[in-house]
């Protein structure tokens, strides 16, 4: 069993570099399609806690849900950012990977390289 996650989208270029350079590193990782199966709110509290950063950003701000519901508002608590997230689970940002050394939003990708057990190997 892996002690690696990644909330995944499929569709997402990024998502799936992420992906591919975790499986480079030796690990084949537990993949949580986050937008069939979001995380909970303990989750989503833990994985911000786990990256050092403020919840807000794993809130991914380039969709159009993001203004519709008026989360540009920088007076929202972080339990109002998440109960956005959990009713619109596009809204949460992605990939992000979770070790036992952490976690890290893969924006820019290179980020994930940090919480990796193992660097990634490069073949021929």
């Known amino acids: 069993m892996s002690n690696v996650t990644i909330y995944h989208n499929p569709q997402c270029s990024t998502s799936r570099s992420a992906l591919a350079l975790i499986r480079e590193s030796g690990a084949e990782p537990r993949v949580v399609e986050y937008l069939i ?19 807000r950003a794993l809130v991914r701000t380039k969709q159009a849900e993001y203004l519709e519901q008026g989360l540009d508002n920088p007076a929202l608590t972080d339990d109002q950012l998440i109960d956005a997230m959990l009713a619109t689970p596009v809204l949460i940002n992605r990939p992000i990977v979770v070790t036992p050394m952490g976690a890290r939003l893969g924006r820019p990708l290179e980020k994930v390289l940090e919480v990796l057990p193992s660097p990634p190997q490069k073949n021929g």
């Open 37 to 55: 199966t979001p995380p909970s709110r303990e989750e989503l509290k833990a994985i911000a806690l786990a990256t050092g950063e403020p919840l």
